[in-house]
């Protein structure tokens, strides 16, 4: 209650309560009459205390210290961000293995800004394997210095730029529009032909061109092993050999054409399988993408040459196109259709052999951060019957 309603308040009781006790015991009355007085006079100087508070401007608050953590510039450390993305999926197929449901990658995105030009990004990738075991890989780590649009540099492990799909999606499903990616850009864990991982060090940046939008990527890495099948595919530690593999590419993005880019890019490295000659790796790609208005059009190449010591060249062509119109800014179809053929003396892939095949599917995105996905794929392979799988797939971001 407001200061001036209690006294409001007080004035009433003695008005009213003076008469009645007036009636009944006058010495009572008299000294509730003085107790009243006194906490009339009490809420006036607690008025006049507000009164004089208002006139006055208020007391300057001592400013919160910085807490200064040594060795940091500016008292501050860097502030760590980690978004996550997940999948929940179900597959099913008509070859000699079991439907079942199956838990994803969860992936955390981690990402950090050291100085105005230095940033590291981070991702880990807890997984099942197909023991049913879970296991944690550090997928990328890399370090970036960006001074400029037209020079920035990285070190660390990163996502090497052959072709398009490989660095424009990363391990979060959530982001692409099918199930999984496609054979060629599947990653080396799960039987992708390609070194889609690097640890090394990527430069990148603008090219000096108009409206043409030009790109640059150089990168020099320890390359994929070639020692065994069993072993780890990325050198994370050890190269097997003095070698290095880099590679270059070169992209366009016009400005009159947004969301379209073209590109292409230049593989090569030295692979020293075990009990084999040593080979020179060389993998060219080419592709055109385009992203606007909700729609989806992606095609990329890649020709894969090796040359053994001593013999001869052996080459494996692969490509995929991919097309998707999403409507209502919900329900996205989808059509994709992939090859990989490698001939059986290819030294790295002859196990591989044809794989080839098409994926129809939809993408729905039932809120902002979350998507239900159904995909049926056919696939032909060498040497054996051709095989339906049906996939649902609920990915999401956290």
Known sequence: M????????????????????????????????????VRIQALENEVKALKDAQGQPAAPQPAAAATAEPGMPGGAGPTLQIRGFADVDYRRTDAPSNNSFALGQLD??????????TSVVGELVTEANDENAFGIDLERLLVQYKPSDYFNVGFGRYHTAIGYYNTAYHHGTWFQTATERPFLFAFEDEGGPLPVHGVGLTVNGRIPSGGLGLRY??????????RSRLAEPVQNVIDENNGKAFNVALLAQPDKLLGFQAGVSFYRDRLEPAELARIRQTILSGHVVYHGHGFELMNEAVAVRHVPAGGSAVTTPA?????AQQFAKKASPYFRYQYFNAPERDPIFGDIGLRKGPSLGLRYDFEPYAALKLQYDRTVRSHTDPVNGFATQLAFTF
């Open 2 to 37: 407001a200061v001036t309603g209690r006294i409001a308040l007080a004035i009433a009781l003695l008005v009213v309560v003076l008469p009645a006790t007036a009636r009944a015991q006058a010495a009572d009355d008299h000294q509730l009459i003085q107790d009243l007085l």
């Open 108 to 117: 955390l995105f981690l990402n950090s800004t050291l100085s105005d030009n």
């Open 217 to 226: 990527v150089a990168e020099v890495a320890n390359g994929r092993t070639s």
């Open 319 to 323: 490509f995929y196109s991919q097309i």
